[in-house]
C-alpha cells in the first residue's frame, strides 16, 4: 500500500480552500503553510491566462529529504508518507535543501497571526491540540494522523472524509483524490492511467506520490 494524490488541473478553481483547510487542520503559526499555491501566466496580452498550481509535499519513494536526514529524524512509513519527528530533528536544514520540490520550512520560531498580540485563544488551543516544535523542519504530512485515526475504526482513506487529507475534503470542486497508487482498481490509480497523470520533474528520478491531471 503506497498513499497518493491526483490533482486535476481542469476542476482547480484557484480558491486556495486546500491552502486554508491544511493551515486549519494543523494550527499553523503565522507565515507557515504546507500547502501552497504557486501562480503563474502563459500567453500575452490580450489573451494572457493565469495558472494556478496546488503544491505541497510529494511523499517521493526515492525521496532525498531521507537520505540525507543525520538523525532519521525525517522517515517514511511502509505506506509511503514522508514525515519529521519533532524529537530526533536537530534543525540543521539538509532537507531543506535536498528537497528539489522547496516543500519544507524551517520553522525559527512561532509567531502569532497578529504582530504586536500575544496569542489568541484559538492559537493557544492549537499549539497544545498539535503542538510544534521552534528550531526544526515540518511540511505536509498527508493528514496521518487523520488516516491512521481512521483506518483504526475501519475506514478506508478516499472512500471515508473522515480518514482522508483535509485538502481533499474541503476542494469545493473536487480536483483532489486520494487513494491507494499500488492498486491499479483504486480511482487514484485509474485517473493516473486513463489520463494520463504526470508528475512534477518526473526527471528528479524522486518517484512523487502526487500526481496531476492536465488543464
Same mark, same amino acid.
Given at each position: 500500500?503506497? #498513499? !497518493? ?22 494550527? =499553523? ?21 493565469? /495558472? ?8 517521493? /519513494? ?13 522517515? /517514511?512509513?511502509?505506506? !509511503?508518507?514522508? #514525515? ?6 536537530? !534543525? ?20 502569532? &497571526?497578529?504582530? !504586536? ?82 508528475? =512534477? &520533474? ?14
Amino acid at each position: 500500500m503506497r #498513499w !497518493g494524490m491526483v490533482i486535476d488541473l481542469a476542476k482547480c478553481i484557484s480558491c486556495y480552500a486546500c491552502v486554508i483547510s491544511c493551515k486549519q487542520e494543523h494550527f =499553523l503559526p503565522a507565515g507557515v503553510f504546507w500547502s501552497r499555491g504557486v501562480v503563474g501566466e502563459v500567453g500575452t496580452y490580450p489573451a494572457a491566462k493565469k /495558472q494556478f498550481l496546488p503544491v505541497l509535499c510529494n511523499h517521493c /519513494q526515492e525521496a532525498a529529504c531521507v537520505k540525507v536526514c543525520p538523525t532519521t529524524a525525517t522517515q /517514511q512509513r511502509e505506506d !509511503g508518507i514522508v #514525515w519529521v519527528d519533532a524529537n530526533k530533528c536537530i !534543525g540543521c536544514r539538509y532537507c531543506v535543501m535536498a528537497c528539489p520540490y522547496q516543500n519544507r520550512t524551517y520553522l525559527a520560531e512561532i509567531k502569532p &497571526h497578529h504582530p !504586536g498580540q500575544d496569542f489568541t485563544e484559538m492559537e493557544k488551543m492549537g499549539r497544545r491540540l498539535y503542538p510544534l516544535t521552534e528550531g526544526t523542519v515540518v511540511k505536509c504530512n498527508f493528514c496521518m494522523e487523520r488516516i491512521d485515526a481512521g483506518m483504526a475504526k475501519g475506514l478506508q482513506p478516499g472512500e471515508d472524509r473522515e480518514a482522508t487529507p483535509a485538502c481533499v475534503n474541503t476542494c469545493p470542486a473536487n480536483a483532489r483524490t486520494f487513494g491507494d497508487l499500488d492498486n491499479p482498481d483504486s480511482l487514484v490509480s485509474r485517473l493516473i492511467r486513463e489520463k494520463k497523470g504526470f508528475p =512534477l &520533474h518526473h526527471e528528479f528520478g524522486t518517484e512523487p506520490s502526487v500526481y496531476y491531471l492536465r488543464y
